[in-house]
């Protein structure tokens, strides 16, 4: 079942929405996605989060030129051209380096990634269905699960398989499950979309050495995530109508823009909003598919 701005009344009132991100957020830190989806605390702009953006962007462009010349040389090409175009749309990217010499080692590591691209895989050989994809599905409970899809490879039988790249180094055999919830969550979409289970998910990590990992989900296992998400959307709820976001201590907090907010560490939060995303969703049956509020 898909979301349209003309639903009538006798489909679910939707009651509030949930992308992969967001739902990392809260599983890595209830207050962590308080601070970004509740209060919308601003965060500065993050060299890493930029960079692969930027490479994004690139392989995205790069199926737009005919097969013959998807070359290494031409995702280089468009590595310089990309980052203007960046720069221009937010200046304030510039400021991220303290100097020249650190922007430079910064568009070099962009460069390996993408030279590293061409040792995972062929794009002389493919023809993706799609590239940023947005999909987005409801279910019975009026959960709007949503999110963008890097690529949708579709062979001539109908098989689908998800692809998506990340920037970072392939995590250990430990931290796999929790890289691969994000791909069940696109299969999960798709399938109460289309009604048929991808065949393959497929994770291209552009950093280290380079590694393609690769999973076939069935129903079962797509039946399990939407167990999941539901159940982190009722822990969400509960969290709004409590107001208790409890911080979750890691060793990712290291890397916490909002550390010093936290009251693990000393910090303070601000007080709550008065009238929080979930109010609006939950009083609104037709939200508009641009809505911004990712509970």
Not at 17 to 38: E, H, K, N, Q, W
Not at 92 to 101: C, I, L, P, Q, V
Not at 249 to 271: F, M
């Amino acid at each position: 079942m898909t979301y349209s701005a003309d639903m009538s009344l006798t489909e679910p009132t939707i009651i509030g929405a949930l992308s992969p991100s967001r739902a990392g957020d809260f599983m890595t830190c209830p207050l962590l996605y308080r601070f970004r989806v509740i209060d919308r605390l601003p965060e500065p702009p993050s060299p890493a989060a930029v960079r692969g953006t930027m490479v994004h962007s690139v392989l995205e462009r790069l199926y737009d030129l005919p097969a013959g010349e998807r070359t290494v040389g031409a995702a280089l090409g468009l590595l310089e051209p990309q980052w203007h175009r960046l720069l221009a749309e937010e200046p304030s990217y510039g400021d991220m380096f303290a100097d020249e010499a650190e922007r430079t080692e910064w568009l070099s590591q962009a460069r390996a990634m993408l030279e590293r691209y061409f040792t995972l895989e062929d794009p002389t050989c493919l023809e993706p269905a799609e590239r940023e994809l947005y999909v987005q599905a409801v279910l019975d409970n009026g959960l709007m699960l949503r999110g963008y899809i890097d690529r949708l490879d579709v062979a001539p039988t109908g098989e689908v398989r998800v692809v998506d790249y990340k920037t970072g180094s392939a995590p250990g055999p430990a931290f796999e499950a929790k890289a691969l919830f994000q791909m069940k969550f696109y299969a999960l979409t798709l399938w109460r979309l289309h009604g048929a289970v991808p065949r393959l998910l497929q994770l291209m990590y552009l950093g280290g050495g380079g590694e393609v990992l690769r999973y076939a989900p069935d129903e079962a296992d797509l039946l399990a995530t939407e167990r999941k998400v539901r159940a982190l959307w009722t822990a969400i709820e509960r969290a709004m109508e409590t107001g208790e976001w409890p911080p979750r201590p890691s060793r990712l907090c290291d890397w916490c823009h909002y550390k010093d907010l936290c009251p693990q560490y000393g910090g303070t939060p601000p007080p709550l909003p008065e009238r929080q995303p979930g109010d609006t969703v939950r009083s609104t049956r037709r939200a508009p598919r641009a809505a911004t509020d990712e509970l």
